[in-house]
DNA sequence: ATAGCCTTGAGC
DNA sequence: GCTCAAGGCTAT
């Protein structure tokens, strides 16, 4: 890393940033992630100094998976464009008290020539990809798991292909020898300059019906890149998954219930061994349970995803199955957006008073991480994080480059590189009043990632204290994590 | 765990 | 051949 940045990045130790990253590290903030991070002040939280790395601009990505030594990178011009461009941009408000509104600098004239001059060779999704929730076979909720392919993921899927190259954004051709960001979607170079043919990423589409809700009211033809089409088309039908789950607990419930009759009674000491009632950590152990086989099922159906062969579908599922769950749960609350109640996935609301009663009854630590994800609600909430962004982030966190011993890694990576450029992209179009919205939405990720950290740990503790219903797929996937890493 | 110094190597 | 941003090593 560069010591020698503006007076920010030195304080911010790259070092630093670079241990956290290599060696997967999570902190956590004992106060309101909001500590102030100076020279001298620094090492007292390292939650928050991990943030302001990210704020100032460090990237994850700068930090090689392959751990290669030397050469440069692809965006290390742009970190000194971005700092001069900021600079700039500070001068130009103190000198005329101009506000943050003004024209970003990356959408200047090269920028619309890349979004609007261009066609889009976009595969015709209702042929070659077609609708996850018709063509697949139903999972079964109840059965279908705990056997040797636990996830479901044994069924016969499309030949192995080693990149999606029919998508698009073209595969760089060092990205075979270095994991780092494509230069294309990262670098100003390629806002500010007079962009070479290739360096084009010409696949837009212009997506008509969204015309009349642009959020910025001001965009003449809102452009949505067509990989953010796909993600979002890929989701799930909500009222499906809703009545699916809120099915399968009241079942549960009532064969649990003490007001079940003497048959189920029987039933359950045959079948079960504690037949009691269900306390309300076990019903959400398993409402989670159930949101998990849901969320299997999507990523079976989605692209690229199902490219994969089983063993790598299954390793980055082990990966990452928890922050998938606490996006769910997030992404939900976002989107309800009653901030005074909480939405579950069978569509119940739990009010404020029952919220209360039952952050109460909750112990200190899991107290703490309901608190501490409706912080990142709140979080989210101010950015205004929108459904497509919603959509792409299970991407990110799904394909993750990180997760190690893939059978096919380089795909892995380049997905994830092509989700990024296409969050990048739609922010930019979207939204580019806020140029800095892709970084302000990356950078909640750490936070996500720890609180899913926290709530395995806690599972962890709970199934070893025997809390935990037993057949449920959060364990299998707690013990086929920590077994495998 | 941190931070300073050294080595490496792609890109100019 | 120089630059500079990356990783490694090591004293603290």
Not at 247 to 254: M, S
Not at 450 to 464: F, I, M, R, V, W
């Amino acid at each position: 890393m560069d010591y020698s940045y503006d007076t920010e990045l030195e304080e911010m130790c790259p070092g630093f940033f670079k241990r956290t990253v290599q060696n997967n590290k999570r902190y956590t903030c004992a106060e309101s992630q909001d500590c102030k991070i100076d020279k001298t002040q620094r090492k007292r939280c390292p939650f928050c100094r991990f943030q302001k790395c990210l704020n100032v601009g460090m990237r994850l990505e700068a930090v090689r998976a392959d751990r290669m030594r030397g050469g440069r990178n692809k965006f290390g011009p742009m970190y000194k464009r971005d700092r001069a461009l900021k600079q700039q941009k500070k001068a130009l408000i103190r000198a005329s008290g101009l506000k943050m509104e003004t024209t970003p600098p990356l959408l200047s004239s090269p920028q619309t020539d890349y979004i609007f001059n261009t066609t889009l060779p976009v595969p015709t999704p209702k042929t070659s990809h077609p609708n996850v929730g018709t063509t697949l076979a139903p999972v079964d909720y109840e059965h279908s798991l705990y056997a040797s392919s636990s996830l479901g993921l044994s069924v016969p899927f499309s030949a192995h292909t080693p990149l999606p190259a029919q998508y698009p954004y073209p595969p760089l051709p060092g990205r075979a020898i270095k994991s780092e960001y494509p230069d294309h979607y990262t670098s100003s170079e390629h806002y500010t300059s007079a962009s070479s043919p290739e360096s084009v990423p010409g696949y837009t589409y212009v997506d008509q019906t969204q015309v009349s809700i642009s959020p910025t009211g001001t965009t003449p033809g809102l452009t949505v890149p067509a990989l953010v089409l796909e993600f979002v088309r890929c989701e799930q039908d909500e009222l499906q998954v809703q009545n699916k789950i809120s099915t399968h607990l009241a079942h549960l419930q009532q064969e649990q219930s003490p007001r079940s009759t003497v048959a189920n009674q029987e039933q359950n000491v045959r079948h079960a061994a504690k037949p009691e009632r269900l306390t309300t950590f076990g019903l959400m152990c398993h409402m989670a349970d159930q949101t998990l086989f849901s969320i299997v099922e999507w990523a079976r159906g989605c692209i690229f995803f199902k490219e994969l062969k089983v063993g790598d579908q299954m390793k980055l599922l082990h990966n990452c199955w928890s922050e998938l769950l606490v996006l769910d749960y997030i992404a939900r609350q976002l989107h309800h957006g009653k901030a005074e109640s909480v939405l579950l996935i069978t569509g119940q609301e739990v009010t404020p008073v029952e919220f209360t009663t039952l952050l109460a009854q909750a112990g200190v630590t899991l107290s703490g991480m309901i608190q501490r994800g409706q912080e990142l609600v709140h979080r989210l909430q101010e950015l205004q994080l929108d459904r497509r962004e919603t959509a792409c982030l299970k991407y990110l966190i799904l394909f993750n480059p990180d997760v190690k011993l893939l059978e096919n890694q380089s795909y892995v990576e380049n997905v994830y590189e092509q989700v990024n450029a296409a969050l990048l992209e739609y922010t930019l179009c979207v939204y580019p009043q806020y140029p800095d919205r892709f970084s302000q939405i990356l950078m909640r990720l750490p936070e996500l990632r720890a609180l899913s950290a926290q709530s395995e740990d806690y599972l962890c503790y709970k199934h070893l204290s025997g809390e935990v219903p037993c057949n449920n797929l959060l364990i299998e996937m707690l013990h086929a994590k920590r077994t495998c890493i």
